[in-house]
């Protein structure tokens, strides 16, 4: 059971903006801007989309942004394209570990 | 930036497996190594990590005492010994690198696949 939480499962249409939430319990994730987040294509190798909580790696889309308030953070996709039907997780420092990823949201573009 | 797992097999409970991973395209001995791994059909969970200088280790309370992370920073390599080896640990390895300028994962292998079955 993961101290991170996502929703299973989000959805929305071409053009629409879809945010993913990540919940966290530990005081750790509050206080400590460490927070991921990763795209997973099916069968593939995941790629990071943001590092704590709101910056991009160079490369990535300016469609995808991150955001934090509390114990919940937040990733943003706008502009929703077709390719961007994938598996999306959150990863913070959680406090009982150094790393820990959350269950994981299953993105539709219908 | 390349990560390219191997040792990946079919083993029966009980039983023992050493993963390694070479990396390429960075320098190595500079950077902190994660595994994480991902059950058929599950979402990611993270394994271990080991420090650039081979001192400092962690690991998920579901591998502590039974799996090793190592690394020989002259063969650019990271290993992963384990032991004792359940139904539980059927998942695709990822070997996967830490950023040197913030604490995220940057690259990740592709994985590779260890089925623990009797």
């Known amino acids: 059971q993961s101290a991170l939480t996502q929703p299973a499962s989000v959805s929305g249409s071409p053009g629409q903006s879809i945010t993913i939430s990540c919940t966290g319990t530990?005081?750790?994730?509050?206080?400590?801007?460490?927070v991921s987040w990763y795209q997973q294509l099916p069968g593939k190798a995941p790629k990071i989309l943001i590092y704590?909580?709101?910056k991009r790696p160079s490369g990535v889309s300016t469609r995808f942004s991150g955001s934090k308030s509390g114990n919940t953070a937040s990733l943003t996709i706008s502009g929703l394209q077709a390719e961007d039907e994938a598996e999306y997780y959150c990863?913070?420092?959680?406090?009982?570990?150094?790393?820990?990823f959350g269950g994981g949201t299953k993105l539709t573009v219908l | 930036v390349q990560l390219v797992e191997s040792g990946g097999f079919e083993v029966q409970p009980g039983g023992s497996l050493r993963l390694s991973c070479v990396a390429s395209?960075?320098?190595?001995?500079?950077?902190?190594m994660h595994w994480v791994r991902q059950a058929p059909g599950k979402g990611l969970e993270w394994i271990s990590l080991?420090?650039?200088?081979?001192?400092?280790?962690y690991y998920a309370d579901a591998v502590k005492g039974r799996f090793t992370i190592s690394r020989d920073n002259s063969k650019k390599s990271l290993f992963l010994q384990m032991n004792s080896l359940t139904t539980e640990d059927t998942a695709l390895y990822f070997c996967?690198?830490?950023?040197?300028?913030?604490?995220?994962?940057?690259?990740w292998g592709q994985g590779t696949p260890v089925t623990v079955s009797s």
């Open positions: 990863c913070a420092y959680a406090g009982s570990s150094p790393m820990e």
């Open positions: 530990s005081s750790d994730f509050v206080n400590y801007n460490i």
């Open positions: 395209g960075f320098t190595f001995d500079d950077y902190t």
């Open positions: 704590e909580v709101t």
């Open positions: 996967a690198k830490e950023s040197g300028s913030y604490n995220a994962i940057d690259y």
């Open positions: 080991l420090s650039w200088d081979g001192v400092t280790t």
